[in-house]
Structures are given as structure tokens and as C-alpha cells.
């Protein structure tokens, strides 16, 4: 005499068909924002660069340094885990601070000059100053300088974000 037995087997595959966007590549001190798309049921799980965690659906980086670039990765899981989805952020270094000198104090009538050391990884200059004053030249000139030109100007190094090279060959 033989007995059987039935058993079910309910088998269940992990959360599919999330997309994953950011608003990289960025600039250092920007806010990163890093979206998933919304499934019930789930919970997001994200790992990244130095130490990154983050159980939010979207989660928010304020501010964002040049550490954080890297591979971010979210796993969902409503039981059962997802394949890992995986997306690429850029964020570039902030040049270093700049050194500015100028050729005041200065008389009415005289050239005033305006200089900006070298910045690594500067690709421009842009001063602002008094009465609307502005200028993209790493070093500029205000010829016959009047009284109404007198006060701060300041300049700002300008980086821009570069994609890294890829030979895909």
C-alpha cells in the first residue's frame, strides 16, 4: 500500500522593471538626486561610494563631493531580492580656491588691472564687480578707472564638467 502527498510550491522572482536616473554629472557642492521608479510592496535598498547607504526610493545627497562618484546600485526586495540595477555618477572636483590681486589702490584716470593666479583644473574666469562690471578674462583691464568703479570685484574659477575617455575597442 502507498500513500502520496501533494505540496505546493509557490516560487516568487524579486521586483523587475525599475528604471534608475540621476541628475549627474554635477559639479562638487551640487545636490545629487538619484531616482527609482515606484513599485508597491518593496523596499529599496541603495549601496554607493564611501560607505553610501540608503533606504529611500529617491535619496538625496547635500552636498555632493567628488567622493561620491562611482557606481551606485539598488536592490528591491518584497520578499524575494532583485537583480542589482546599477547606475553610473560623475561628480566633478570644485577647482581649488583662487588668489586675486589688482593694481589698486588706483587714481582717477588710471589703468586698474584685475589678475587671477592659475587655477588646476580651471577652464575660464568670470569677475563681477561694481555698476555691473563683468568680465571673462583671467586678467582684465579698466582703463581711465572712475570714482564709480571703486569697491570689491571678485572672480570665479570656472570648472566644467569633462567625460571620462572610454576606448570601447
Do not use: H, M
Not at 43 to 68: D, E, H, K, M, R
Amino acid at each position: 500500500v502507498s500513500q502520496s502527498r501533494y505540496v505546493a510550491a509557490n516560487v516568487s522572482s524579486g521586483p523587475t522593471g525599475v528604471a534608475v536616473t540621476s541628475n549627474a554629472p554635477l559639479c562638487e557642492g551640487a545636490t545629487l538626486q538619484i531616482q527609482a521608479g515606484t513599485l508597491s510592496g518593496v523596499t529599496y535598498n541603495w549601496v554607493g561610494p564611501a560607505g553610501f547607504t540608503s533606504q529611500q526610493q529617491n535619496p538625496i545627497l547635500q552636498p555632493a563631493l567628488a567622493s561620491a562618484s562611482g557606481v551606485y546600485t539598488l536592490t528591491l526586495n518584497n520578499g524575494c531580492q532583485s537583480a542589482p540595477i546599477t547606475i553610473p555618477i560623475q561628480i566633478t572636483a570644485a577647482p581649488a580656491a583662487s588668489v586675486a590681486t589688482s593694481t589698486s589702490p588706483a587714481c582717477v584716470g588710471d589703468l586698474l588691472s584685475l589678475k587671477a593666479f592659475p587655477v588646476p583644473g580651471a577652464t575660464g574666469y568670470y569677475w563681477i564687480g561694481p555698476n555691473g562690471f563683468s568680465s571673462t578674462l583671467q586678467t582684465t583691464y579698466l582703463p581711465n578707472i572712475a570714482l564709480s568703479q571703486a569697491g570689491w570685484y571678485s572672480v570665479y574659477a570656472i570648472a566644467e564638467y569633462q567625460p571620462p575617455y572610454r576606448d570601447w575597442e
